[in-house]
C-alpha cells in the first residue's frame, strides 16, 4: 500500500520557520520525484518545490526561492521542506505528493494528506 505522511505544519509568525516532512512508503522510493505543493484558501493548488530522487535535482517555484529547501534522506524514505522567512502568503495546505517522471501538479501518480501551515502576523 502506497502511503505519504506530511507532518510538521502549523502555525507560525511572519519571519519564522518550520519542516515539513513526508514519509513514503509502498513505492521505490529512490526512483521517483517527490514534490510538494500547497493549496490556500480560495486558491488553486500550485508547485512549490521538488526534488529527483534519482539524481537529486531540486526544483523551486520563484515565491519560494531562497527561503524554502528540499531534502530528501533515501534511507529514511523521508523528504523534508525547510521553510524559512515564513510570510503569511506562504499560509496553505503543504501536501507531498510522487512521481516516476514528473513533478507536476496536474499529474502524480501518489498524493498524501496535507499539513496545515498558517503565518500570522
Known amino acids: 500500500e502506497v502511503q505519504l505522511q506530511a507532518s510538521g505544519g502549523g502555525s507560525v509568525q511572519v519571519g519564522g520557520s518550520l519542516r515539513l516532512s513526508c514519509a513514503a512508503s509502498g513505492f521505490p522510493f529512490d526512483d521517483y520525484v517527490i514534490g510538494w505543493f500547497r493549496q490556500a484558501p480560495g486558491k488553486e493548488r500550485q508547485g512549490v518545490s521538488c526534488i529527483n530522487n534519482g539524481h537529486g535535482s531540486t526544483y523551486y517555484a520563484d515565491s519560494v526561492k531562497g527561503r524554502f529547501t528540499i531534502s530528501s534522506d533515501n534511507a529514511k524514505n523521508t523528504v523534508f521542506l525547510q521553510m524559512n522567512n515564513l510570510k503569511p502568503e506562504d499560509t496553505a495546505v503543504y501536501y507531498c505528493?510522487?512521481?516516476?517522471?514528473?513533478?507536476?501538479?496536474?499529474?502524480?501518480?501518489?498524493w498524501g494528506k496535507g499539513t496545515l501551515v498558517t503565518v500570522s502576523s
Open positions: 505528493a510522487a512521481d516516476l517522471t514528473t513533478c507536476s501538479d496536474y499529474h502524480m501518480d501518489y
